[in-house]
C-alpha cells in the first residue's frame, strides 16, 4: 500500500514541478513584456515632443525609411495597446496558475501524511 502511495506523490510532485517551471516562463515572458511596454511609453513620449516639420525614420531591416508623424504614432500606440493586452493575459494565467499550484500543494500534502502513516503502519507491523 505505501508503494502505491509512493508512486502517486512521485507522480503529483512531478506535475508540481512542471506547473512551477510553467510558472516560471510566464512570469519571465510578462517581465519583457514589462519591459517592452517602458521602451514604448519612451517612443511615445519622445513622438509627442515632436510637431510635423520634424521628420521621422523608421528602421527596417538594415534601411531607414522616411515616416508619417502620424504613422508612428499611431504604430506605437497599436503596439502599446497589444502589449498591454498581452500583459492581461499573462496576469490572468499566473493567476490560474497559482490556483492549481495551491491545489497540488495540498494534494502532496495530504499524500505525504497518507505515506507516512503507511509506513507508520508497515513499520508496527514488523
Known amino acids: 500500500m505505501a508503494e502505491a502511495i509512493q508512486k502517486k506523490l512521485q507522480l503529483e510532485l512531478e506535475k508540481y514541478q512542471q506547473m512551477q517551471k ?7 515572458a510578462r517581465q519583457k513584456l514589462e ?3 517602458t521602451e514604448n511609453n519612451i517612443v511615445k ?13 523608421k528602421l527596417i531591416g538594415p534601411v531607414l525609411v522616411k515616416q508619417d ?3 508612428a504614432k499611431a504604430t506605437v500606440a497599436k503596439r502599446l495597446e497589444y502589449i498591454n493586452g498581452e500583459i492581461q493575459r ?10 492549481k499550484s495551491e491545489q497540488h500543494r495540498e ?11 503507511a509506513q507508520g503502519r508497515a513499520v508496527g507491523k514488523v
Not at 510553467?22 to 519571465?28: C, E, L, P, Q, R
Not at 519622445?46 to 525614420?57: F, I, K, M
Not at 494534494?107 to 502513516?117: A, F, G, I, M, W
Request: aromatic share 6%.
Open 35 to 37: 519591459a517592452q511596454v
Open 45 to 57: 513620449e519622445e513622438l509627442d515632443l515632436l510637431d510635423t516639420q520634424n521628420t521621422v525614420y
Open 69 to 71: 508623424l502620424e504613422e
Open 90 to 99: 499573462y496576469e490572468m494565467l499566473l493567476k490560474d496558475m497559482e490556483k
Open 22 to 28: 510553467d510558472v516560471s516562463k510566464s512570469m519571465s
Open 107 to 117: 494534494v502532496l500534502s495530504s499524500l505525504q501524511q497518507e505515506y507516512q502513516r
